[in-house]
């Protein structure tokens, strides 16, 4: 069973709660790019596709763009206003689709800013327009997110969450609210 915290209170924007879980799926993410051992451990262990696609080979500054590029993201998803357009964050996950499907997969990242692209991504499953659910996140550092191991896990959150919607018969806004209301 999964459960989803409501981020925004009003439910706009919701995060898995998975399960052995002590947070959702949107706080653990922030917490790891905001922690410098664990940043750190990564970009040595990932460094040939930092120097390769980012042309980054320095990894205190790997780390320093991504506390600073994750706090950008924090604040543009943490302080939206009630009118403000979720749309404009998240995108389809397959940069080709061009028309809406049900459950779509979607990635929020910032827009290219200094130095290199962002790096950072935020995965969901979209309910309905405006109406999201975080899966989880990831720092991708590939084209692709099925060349490695820690972007792969994410692409397979995403259709575990997308799975147990359907299984729920969860397809929309309401139908999500009237699960919720059934806990």
């Known amino acids: 069973m999964l459960l989803f915290d409501d981020v925004t209170n009003d439910g706009r924007l919701w995060s ?24 750190r451990e990564f970009f040595y262990k990932n ?14 500054e790997a780390i320093y763009d991504t506390i600073e590029e994750s706090d950008i993201l924090q604040c543009m998803i943490l302080d939206l206003s009630p009118d403000a357009d979720l749309e404009q964050l998240f995108r389809p996950l397959n940069n080709n689709q061009t028309a809406a499907m049900l459950l779509d997969k979607e990635k929020a990242k910032l827009k290219t800013r200094g130095r290199h692209s962002s790096w950072l991504r935020l995965y969901a499953i ?12 990831a720092i991708k550092l590939t084209a692709s997110m099925a060349e490695r191991s820690h972007t792969l896990q994410e ?26 209301n059934t806990l």
């Open 16 to 39: 898995v709660r998975y399960e052995g879980e002590s947070d959702n799926a949107l706080f653990t993410v922030f917490s790891q790019w905001n922690d410098v051992e664990w940043l």
């Open 47 to 60: 460094k040939d596709d930092l120097t390769r696609y980012f042309k980054v080979t320095d990894v205190n």
């Open 126 to 137: 979209r309910l309905e327009k405006g109406v999201f659910i975080i899966t989880g996140g």
């Open 155 to 180: 692409l397979l959150k995403m259709e575990k969450v997308r799975n147990f919607l359907l299984a729920e018969g969860i397809v929309d806004k309401q139908s999500f609210s009237d699960y919720q």
